[in-house]
């Protein structure tokens, strides 16, 4: 990741928020960077325009050395998938859906087969210790056994680059304590990693802490 200069202005009909005043970051492949600041000072939105959910008003953005910084919604689509996964607060998951059937769907969204999807959703259960609870929903589950599946769902695709948005903001310390040793875990056998987070606690486990205050970086920490 080679952010330089970026910006990023909301605009409505009486006020503009610049979210992001002027941000230059960059992420190498394998790290583990924690980005951390006051509510408001633009780490969502940072997390966004990274995971090509959204666009910066200025500035550029080279992911794998390809300058993603004003791709059309389609061309981000495509080139999130099986790249970038995703890790919420509140889960994102999808309630009408199962357990399996929600981690399923990026295997869907890539148009692997059926066979195959079958055994890698199977794998991913396991590894996140939720495959007694495949054929539940959502609402049948603890708040951390959601987190384990949306953690399921986020690396089915074995992505490069995962994106968390505080991770453990709505667990109790023992799930929390869980997800941030599967995301540990992933990050040791290689995948890059930006998360967003409160807790200093969390923030220990990356090898980097970028402090974000009203839109720019005001200092990084290398552990
Ligand atoms: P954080 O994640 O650090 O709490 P955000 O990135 O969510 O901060 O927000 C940064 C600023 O941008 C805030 O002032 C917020 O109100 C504003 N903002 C974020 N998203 C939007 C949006 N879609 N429209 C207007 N303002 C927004
Ligand atoms: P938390 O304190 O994390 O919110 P809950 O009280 O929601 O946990 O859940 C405790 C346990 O009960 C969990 O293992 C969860 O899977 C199970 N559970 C909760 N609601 C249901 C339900 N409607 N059907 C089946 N199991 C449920």
Same mark, same amino acid.
């Given at each position: 990741?080679?952010?330089? $200069? ?7 009909? $009486? ?9 230059s970051l960059n992420v190498n492949v394998g790290e583990f960077v924690a980005i951390m ?10 997390l966004n325009i990274l995971g090509l959910i959204d666009t910066p008003s200025g500035g550029?953005?080279? #992911? ?51 066979? $195959? ?22 609402? %049948?589950?603890?708040?951390? %056994? ?32 869980e997800v941030m040793q599967l995301l540990s875990e992933l990050h040791k056998e290689g ?29 990084? #920490?290398?552990?």
């Amino acid at each position: 990741i080679q952010v330089k $200069e970026i910006k990023k202005v909301f605009r409505t009909e $009486e006020v503009e928020t610049w979210a992001i005043s002027n941000i230059s970051l960059n992420v190498n492949v394998g790290e583990f960077v924690a980005i951390m600041g006051p509510s408001g000072c633009g780490k969502s939105t940072l997390l966004n325009i990274l995971g090509l959910i959204d666009t910066p008003s200025g500035g550029t953005y080279l #992911l794998d050395g390809k300058d993603v910084s004003s791709l059309k919604e389609n061309d981000r689509i495509d080139l999130r998938k099986g790249v970038i996964g995703f890790v919420f607060q509140s889960f994102n998951l999808i309630d009408e859906l199962t357990v399996e059937e929600n981690i399923e769907l990026p295997l869907l969204y890539m148009g692997i087969g059926k066979r $195959e999807r079958k055994e890698r959703v199977q794998k991913a259960m396991e590894r996140m210790n939720i495959a007694h609870r495949s054929r539940h929903f959502p609402a %049948q589950l603890s708040g951390g %056994q959601q987190q384990r599946v949306a953690i399921a769902r986020a690396v089915i695709s074995n992505p490069k680059l995962i994106l968390a948005d505080e991770p453990t903001g709505n667990l109790d310390s023992k799930n929390g304590e869980e997800v941030m040793q599967l995301l540990s875990e992933l990050h040791k056998e290689g995948t890059t990693i930006v998360m967003v987070t409160h807790s200093q606690h969390d923030a220990g486990y990356a090898n980097r802490i970028v402090k974000l205050f009203d839109g720019h970086v005001v200092s990084e #920490l290398e552990m």
